[in-house]
Each structure stands twice: as structure tokens, then as C-alpha cells.
């Protein structure tokens, strides 16, 4: 690209950086504020094995959902996977590796990771089997678990508005977990429902700035209706 500050592509050039086995992060909560048409992108690329971070896994037929009901996802990273069984069925079955979060923590552990911590310290879990295979540290008396802070190759989310250099507003509630992935990948990639130029959002509303985001790129919406009927 000539223009530094130009990060709108195609949706072809942005499934260039999605690849058999990689860490994907998406930012959502039960398919709000999942990108969908990156996501479906990703299924009909054919792209495989992921290790997903995310909330949640949605629903069996919405947003990330699609990526575990497709069996896509080797293993996933989230707060509760109750809403789509094809996951439970999954992971009972040994297909789908599952590592739970407390969804506090897990929004934690992105942080850290989106901005360079260590690590952070909870007594969330102690004495139970939740401490299996954590650093326990000993901090002005008391006991605390070492949460590791999550990362991955490429963070995905959904935005209401972006201008051109990738400042986001999102919409109501959609706004969920989607700041904090956009600081947790190597690269970040936003799809916008709409994309304006640069200046025309006020500052006081855009809440990721763009320096965070890498590539934008233009949505196709989704059939709600359809996903549902799934």
C-alpha cells in the first residue's frame, strides 16, 4: 500500500493471513459482535486445526459457532461453550479440546497479553481442581494462581463504524470483548459494518483507537434469519 494510513482490503486479501493451525482470537459474546463475514470466509477457504480464543463458542449456525459445528477447531480457550452442543458433543466425543476460563479471568489474560504483562494473579480456583498445572505465587501472605496472558496470530472483530485508519465504534452491547482482542494480535483484522473517512467519527466515540487494527475490511452483513432456522 502507498498510504500508511490506508488498512481497507479486500476480503480476499485479508483470508491471505488465516492458515491450517494457527491461533485465532475472535471478539463476541454468544455470536454479538463476531465477524461474520471474516468468519465465513475462514470455512470457505478451508482453513483447519485452529486453537480459538473467544468467550464463548456462540451458537451451532452464529458466528464462531460455525467454525466448531464445521469441525474447524482443534481446541478452543473460553468462558462456557453451553450454548452450542455441537461443542459439548465435541469435546465429549475427544474431538475438541477444551480449556475453561472464568470469563472475568479470560478477559484478563487478553489484556495482558494485548498489553505485555507477564501474567496476571487471581485466587479464583484455589483448592479446586482449577489450580492443576498453574504457578501458585505467595503475595503479602496469601496464595494466588499465575493466569498466563493469551495472544494470538490473528485477532478478529466486528464494529458498527471505522474510518479508513481503523478507529472503531461499535454498536451498544456489541462492544463486549472486542477492545481487548484488538490489542491481542500479531495482526488485527476489523470488519465494519460501515467505513467512513478519516475524521468523520468524534473522538469521544470511538473506543479502539487505530492504532491497534492492522486491515479493515467491508462487511456483507448476515442472515439472522437463517441462522437461527439452523
Partial sequence: MTNRLEKVISITEALEHFHDGMTLMAGGFGGVGNPPTLIQGILEKGVKDLTLISNDTAFPYIGVGKLVTEKRVKKVI?????????????????????EFCPQGILAERVRAGGVGLGGILSDVGIGTIAEKGKQKVVLDGKEY????????????????????????????????????VAMAGDITIVEAEEIVEIGELSPEEIVTPGVFINFIVQSEGVNWQWAWEK
Avoid at 473460553?78 to 477444551?98: D, Y
Avoid at 472503531?168 to 481487548?180: E, G, I, Q
Fill in 78 to 98: 473460553a468462558s462456557h461453550i453451553g450454548s452450542n452442543p455441537n461443542a459439548g458433543a465435541q469435546m465429549t466425543a475427544g474431538e475438541l479440546e477444551v
Fill in 145 to 180: 494462581l499465575l493466569e498466563t496472558p493469551l495472544t494470538a496470530e490473528v485477532s478478529i472483530l466486528y464494529a458498527k463504524k471505522a474510518d479508513r485508519y481503523g478507529n472503531l465504534v461499535y454498536d451498544t452491547s456489541a462492544r463486549n470483548f472486542n477492545p481487548l
